[in-house]
């Protein structure tokens, strides 16, 4: 298993994103990112990626047709129905399948979180630390 930080640059090939900032979140079980305007269309789901601390990809217009609608318990611990998108990340130059759910998460520091399910025997998370798996590579 690899160690990463409580904050790790992540990286979406199929969306031709890099270095997008994710908070590592082993109390989370699902993963998701931040974004608004999500509509479904004859088998695509496109919406708008939201971070504004990265101006490079705020407001950035994604799609993808590997999508589901889920019932995800939010932070709140109310049940909120999501799309939930299938897609590929990178961490230590190694491609991971990842689901994350469609939310809004203007409130947050972090426009990714990533969640136990996708960390589950896979990472070790050193919460004193940012960064290392970008500094590994």
Request: glycine residues 4%.
């Amino acid at each position: 298993m690899k160690l990463i930080g409580r904050v790790e640059k992540i990286s979406f090939l199929k969306w031709e994103i890099e270095d997008l900032p994710a908070k590592i979140d082993t109390g989370a079980y699902t993963s998701a990112i931040h974004c608004k305007h999500i509509e479904e269309k004859d088998g695509v789901l496109k919406f708008i990626l939201l971070c504004p601390k990265t101006e490079k990809y705020n407001n950035k217009l994604l799609q993808t047709t590997k999508y589901q609608l889920k019932s995800i318990r939010s932070s709140n611990g109310k049940k909120q129905k999501r799309y939930v998108v299938s897609t590929s990340v990178i961490f230590y130059n190694k491609k991971y399948k990842i689901k994350l759910s469609l939310s809004d998460r203007g409130k947050m520091n972090y426009p990714v979180l990533i969640g136990r399910k996708f960390l589950n025997k896979k990472f070790i998370v050193d919460v004193s630390q940012k960064n290392i798996a970008s500094k590994e590579v």
